[in-house]
């Protein structure tokens, strides 16, 4: 699971959708691995607005990558800022969390990482 | 903005004419400075949303589309997830980007007003009953499955419970959560479903209601419905269509 799916994931049991602390969830004793791929620029540029900044810095931080910057980048700081595009080139395209948990901060529920594949699936006294 | 494409050529008496749905889509997939966040639902094999992704470019006008899938069984996602990355790689020029499958139940891991388009083909026969969801064992991977298992893993794929509509229900209710304020749902449904009734109800969904984190829309506003694509006539009891919905 890309950390760029993480970022559009929150826990999935109803009562915790109205709070903050179930968003974003934080990995847990989290395997991490690196797809090599080509940095796209422009892709980065355009996926920002899409992008909960803040969620992407606690998220950041979570997995041992270096701190972001408190705001966002503007489109054109992004585009003449070459480490900050590879940093998150790296973080959002490249990084894969392969194996782990995925925990909610407001009901402390884990998610399961196997295979790269997260799942979401409730126990039935959760539903 | 991009300029709309000059269509004064087109002759409308045999081309259905850019409308409103149109111009949202437009508006929705080619805006330059953002990236649609593209759902698929279900996925099964990952045909559609393989498509989708890999031909980002020709059907959404940019290839800054983020896609994902979420399926309740395992060996969907990862069928989807090996159908997906193929199409890419056949189709490098014009493919979109695609995250991962996500194992999960409809919409309920997604955060609010995340989805620009989401795309569902539900389970839409009409079942004396809902087949229950997976169990934990049958929520992993594994090289060998019983034939009981694979028959409770299809069934999950068409059983629909009462009008086929119980799942469709469940995502319908969903969508004002989960849909960005300019997001689209297409949904398919069979003639079983009583596709009438269901535009119905989600006309009569509230004005107001909530469009996720951040994201509220104006007052108002409510939610339309329209069939968009039918698959004839030949088809017999299991007509199908394909309903838009959007605010």
Excluded at chain 2, 93 to 118: A, C, K, M, N, Y
Excluded at chain 2, 185 to 211: D, F, H, W
Aim: aromatic share 6%; glycine share 8%; charged share 20%.
């Amino acid at each position: 699971m890309k950390v760029m799916t993480l970022n559009f994931l929150t826990c999935a049991v109803k009562n915790c959708k109205s709070s903050n602390d179930s968003f974003p969830l934080h990995p847990k004793e989290a395997e991490l691995a690196k797809d090599d791929i080509e940095i796209n620029p422009q892709l980065l540029i355009n996926v920002l607005p899409r992008i909960d900044w803040a969620a992407l810095r606690t998220t950041s931080t979570e997995l041992g990558f270096p701190t972001l910057p408190e705001q966002p980048p503007s489109p054109e700081d992004l585009q003449s800022d070459e480490a900050l595009l590879k940093e998150l080139h790296e973080l959002l395209m490249e990084t894969q969390m392969m194996e782990g948990k995925l925990v909610c901060g407001h009901c402390g529920h884990e998610y399961a990482v196997k295979n790269g594949v997260a799942n979401f699936l409730l126990p039935s006294h959760l539903v | 903005m991009l300029p709309t494409p000059d269509t004064s050529h087109v002759p409308y008496n045999r081309v259905y004419e850019p409308a409103e749905d149109s111009f949202l889509l437009l508006d929705t997939l080619s805006s330059p400075s953002e990236t649609a966040f593209l759902s698929s639902l279900g996925p099964g094999s990952g045909v559609v949303i393989a498509f989708l992704t890999a031909h980002a470019s020709t059907i959404f006008g940019t290839p800054h589309v983020l896609t994902t899938a979420i399926d309740v069984s395992p060996f969907a996602c990862a069928a989807t997830d090996l159908t997906v990355r193929k199409a890419i790689t056949e189709n490098t020029s014009t493919s979109g980007h695609w995250t991962s499958p996500i194992q999960g139940d409809l919409v309920t891991p997604l955060r609010g007003g995340s989805v620009d388009v989401l795309v569902f083909n539900p389970p839409y026969v009409p079942t004396p009953e809902l087949p229950s969801p997976p169990a934990a064992p049958l929520q992993e991977l594994r090289e060998k499955t019983t034939f009981e298992e694979d028959s409770h893993l299809l069934e999950l794929t068409y059983a629909g419970g009462k009008d086929g509509m119980e799942t469709t229900d469940r995502l319908i209710e969903a969508l004002p959560r989960v849909l960005s304020a300019r997001g689209v749902a297409y949904i398919l449904l069979c003639a079983q479903n009583k596709p009438e009734e269901v535009k119905g109800r989600i006309r009569a969904m509230g004005a107001g209601t909530s469009a996720g984190e951040g994201e509220g829309m104006g007052e108002g506003e409510g939610w339309k419905a329209e069939t968009v694509g039918t698959s004839g006539k030949q088809a017999g009891w299991e007509k199908l269509q394909i309903v838009r919905v959007w605010r």
